[in-house]
């Protein structure tokens, strides 16, 4: 077997807290170290045949078994920890550290029903661990979110200093629209933890979801670490700026997250300028002819590069931070723009007097909210047959334009057309609105000014708040949300509706 070169060493049985340790007499401690020192030594067929003879002598042992499964969980054998863990809760089924264990393993390889099955087992044999609690509350969202709500509130009941249950319950409120709820339960967690940067992390984006800039940017420089502090771009000493006056340095504004946030967040550029400074940007090169409309950045840095000759710097999403900004203050889009007509737009085909819609269906693959925010192609067929509407398809990435030509209704695809975003943009100009579910895309429509409908998940991203179908940060943009988890079917009738309204509109007018 091959360890997994991200866990080198395995927590001893021994290790365990003594409320998460079976009642079984332990076998000769020898046995556990001598595991563990193979282990270390990266012998770990030969750790995990130290152990297993004496399991099957001692089958309800929980030291064993809890090493066993570190041992083959660890060399990536998960499904074998799993069938170690179900021999073990067959001889010891009230043990709830057994269960316990087993629902997790068994969330990991998506066995979801069983893995809540096993967690609330163990909940049931002990009703006091917060553990167990929060590993079934976190288990239960998307299921039932009161069953969720209760097991959470339960294991924070009986977590002491332990913020993890917070977190959790933090997010489950925030998500259901209780961000006052969930505020107050983040700041009794920073209270009882002032350096948890995941409490800070999680208050900050509460705030910022429910419109409170001022506090919600202080707290989201916490995202860091380093005790709330901006640190320094690796391998530069530069001081980091802090909104204070400049008489012409230099600012690097280094890149940070995804391309969303590049559109999104370029807004506070130009106020370096206005501060008096010079902007050098970060940014990926399929971003950089767009960018450079906004006018302010002297200087494009390229992914990966560490230039020299800054005189200070700072991360893209602190300047609203730094600049002390809150929602009346936030940069007013449009604020790129594209001066160049596109000759692949000339090309497209004649409208006949209705509306080009582009449309964008999902995420890049490796989004990790992709699999929620994304809204699977063939349900967009409901908006095909809507009079004077005719759809086109911006959907990036590799598959598609497959993707696009197997729907058996009328949708064009421009995928072959997009290029850099300031090709994408003169494409997007050729669209009368764009629907689109929360990716780069929306950001691009929305920086340019273009009339955008934007499909929310729920839960969604902070920065859409709660209850509202427009933005702040985008007056061209309009929200259709979710009102049940996975559910487009009520967001997609209502933009079904206001389509058909606007295309009616625009067929009345005479041309």
């Known amino acids: 077997m091959t360890a997994d070169p991200q866990r080198s060493t395995i927590v001893p049985a021994s290790a365990l807290p003594p409320d998460a340790r079976a009642a079984d007499a332990s076998p000769a401690p020898e046995v556990l170290a001598t595991a563990a020192s193979l282990a270390r030594a990266g012998r770990w067929d030969d750790a995990i045949a130290t152990i297993q003879p004496h399991l099957q002598e001692s089958p309800a042992c929980w030291p064993l078994a809890s090493a066993l499964a570190d041992l083959l969980e660890a060399t990536g054998a998960t499904m074998d920890a799993i ?23 068994l969330h990991r390889t998506g066995d979801h029903a069983q893995a809540i099955d096993a967690a609330a087992t163990a909940v049931a044999l002990r009703d006091d661990w917060a553990q167990a609690l929060n590993r079934l509350g976190c288990l239960l969202e998307g299921v039932d979110s009161l069953k969720a709500t209760a097991a959470l509130e339960r294991a924070v009941a009986c977590a002491g200093p332990w913020n993890a249950p917070r977190l959790n319950l933090a997010r489950l409120w925030r998500d259901r629209g209780r961000t006052a709820d969930a505020i107050a339960l983040l700041l009794d967690a920073t209270t009882r933890d002032p350096a948890d940067a995941a409490a800070r992390v999680a208050l900050a984006e509460t705030r910022l979801q429910h419109g409170d800039h001022a506090d919600g940017w202080r707290d989201y420089d916490w995202r860091f670490g380093h005790g709330g502090q901006v640190p320094a771009y690796p391998g530069t000493d ?86 002390r900004t809150t929602v009346p203050d936030i940069p007013r889009a449009p604020y790129l723009s594209v001066d160049t ?171």
């Open 83 to 105: 069938a170690a863990l179900r021999g073990f809760v067959a001889h010891a089924p009230r043990s709830a550290e057994g269960w316990h264990r087993l629902a997790g393993l």
């Open 238 to 323: 530069a001081p980091v700026w802090d909104g204070r006056p400049l008489r012409g340095e230099i600012v690097m504004v280094w890149l940070e997250q995804g391309l969303g946030d590049q559109l999104q967040f370029c807004r506070y550029l130009p106020a370096i300028a206005a501060a008096g400074g010079r902007v050098w940007l970060q940014a990926p090169r399929v971003l950089q002819p767009l960018l450079a409309s906004l006018g302010a950045v002297e200087r494009f840095v390229d992914e990966g590069e560490v230039p020299a000759g800054f005189d200070l710097q700072i991360p893209l999403l602190s300047l609203p931070h730094a600049l």
């Open 341 to 511: 007509p596109s000759a692949d737009a000339a090309r497209l085909p004649a409208d006949a007097g209705g509306l080009r819609v582009g449309v964008v269906f999902a995420s890049r693959a490796d989004h990790p909210a992709a699999t929620r925010r994304d809204c699977p192609l063939p349900q967009l067929r409901a908006l095909s047959d809507v009079p004077q509407v005719a759809l086109h398809s911006l959907q990036f990435g590799a598959d598609a334009s497959a993707v696009v030509r197997a729907q058996d209704w009328p949708i064009v695809d421009l995928a072959p057309m997009l290029g850099d975003f300031a090709q994408t943009a003169a494409i997007v100009r050729a669209m009368d609105l764009v629907i689109t579910v929360d990716t780069a895309m929306a950001h691009l429509c929305g920086a340019l000014g273009h009339p955008v409908w934007t499909l929310l998940s729920t839960p969604c991203d902070w920065r859409w708040q709660c209850g509202r179908d427009d933005s702040p940060w985008y007056p061209s943009m309009r929200l259709y949300r979710q009102t049940t988890p996975g559910d487009w079917s009520t967001p997609l009738l209502q933009v079904r509706r206001d389509l058909a309204a606007l295309a009616a509109r625009r067929d009345a007018v005479p041309t």
